[in-house]
């Protein structure tokens, strides 16, 4: 039962991050695509106001992974999952380098495209279908490449 | 380059960032994850049981945001000038890439730069550079 109520309490705090994270979206103007690209358009009339969005979420963010490295579990009490691999490889950055082309084309990352599904836009709808397609490619390539070398 | 003062929001974008930064530490302390959408949904494609609710959650989260919002203030702007066609190419780029890298905005950018990971912060300047070098060509060099 204490289980069972622990794993709700976690959904709940799941959903609280997502809906949270959602309205600094709004807030910020990532969730708007030519917001974002006029960011991104440093010879045409430069909108900076991105850069203060990452350094807003960044000075907090600093807070709380500070606390969150110096602990085994979580306040919830559920195991701390944060990333241990510490390796630059072609794969982060060569995949980085292709996601910023992405990024680039259509002023879209995989956080704000959920926002503009829940707008209703009929253009986030095809963004964030391709993405889920995009993701499957990658699963399929992986699963190949993994009974290829066996 | 020169600034547009007339679109720069600075204090709606600090405040944003804040919003954004308070989410992701409530996720981390609490629920002991990264805020990385890419992260996020790239488990959903290798299913444990246990696993899918949180992460559902979290996107469920996401996608409810603005209808919350339109209950206590009218949304911003939102305006995408970019085709069908290229919504749906960029759409494929962004779902391969990111997992390619293992992150996108949110899990390198914000969570990333954060923890301080050199992955991450090699990740993020990677995709700012590139984000930088796609614009100039679309707009100022294809003219479109």
Redesign the interface.
């Known amino acids: 039962m204490k289980r069972h109520l622990n794993?709700m309490t976690?959904?709940?705090?799941?959903?609280?991050?997502?809906?949270?994270?959602?309205?600094?979206?709004?807030?910020?103007?990532?969730?708007?695509?030519?917001?974002v690209?006029?960011f991104?358009?440093?010879?045409?009339?430069?909108?900076?106001?991105?850069?203060?969005?990452?350094?807003?979420?960044?000075?907090?963010?600093?807070?709380?992974?500070t606390?969150?490295?110096k602990?085994h579990?979580?306040?919830?009490g559920?195991?701390?999952?944060?990333?241990t691999?510490?390796?630059?490889d072609k794969?982060?950055?060569?995949?980085?380098?292709?996601?910023?082309?992405?990024?680039?084309?259509?002023?879209?990352?995989?956080?704000p495209?959920?926002?503009?599904?829940?707008?209703g836009?009929m253009?986030?709808v095809?963004?964030?279908?391709?993405?889920?397609?995009?993701?499957?490619?990658?699963?399929l390539l992986e699963s190949c490449k993994k009974s290829g070398s066996q | 380059m020169f600034i547009d003062w007339n679109n720069f929001t600075p204090w709606s974008a600090l405040a944003g960032g804040v919003v954004i930064g308070l989410a992701s530490a409530l996720f981390v302390l609490f629920n002991g994850r990264i805020a990385g959408i890419t992260g996020i949904l790239g488990g959903l494609f290798r299913p444990m049981l246990r696993d899918i609710g949180w992460r559902l959650a979290f996107i469920i989260g996401l996608i409810g945001a603005p209808f919350i919002w339109q209950l206590f203030a009218p949304l911003p702007d939102i305006q995408i000038d970019a085709s069908e066609a290229l919504l749906a190419v960029a759409g494929l780029i962004v779902g391969i890439s990111t997992r390619y890298g293992s992150g996108c905005t949110s899990g390198h950018g914000v969570c990333g730069i954060s923890r301080l990971s050199p992955r991450s912060i090699w990740a993020t300047l990677a995709f700012m550079v590139t984000g930088f070098i796609t614009v100039y060509v679309v707009r100022h060099l294809l003219g479109a």
């Open positions: 794993n976690a959904l709940i705090f799941a959903l609280t991050s997502g809906l949270i994270f959602g309205f600094g979206l709004i807030l910020a103007g990532m969730a708007n695509p030519a917001k690209l006029a991104l358009d440093l010879a045409g009339a430069w909108d900076p106001s991105l850069g203060l969005v990452m350094g807003g979420a960044i000075a907090v963010g600093l807070i709380a992974f606390i969150a490295k602990r579990l979580s306040y919830l559920l195991s701390m999952q944060l990333p691999n510490r390796i630059i794969r982060l950055v060569f995949g980085s380098l292709l996601f910023g082309v992405g990024w680039g084309l259509v002023g879209i990352c995989p956080a495209a959920f926002v503009l599904l829940g707008i836009s253009k986030g095809i963004f964030v279908v391709a993405m889920l397609i995009g993701m499957g490619i990658y699963e």
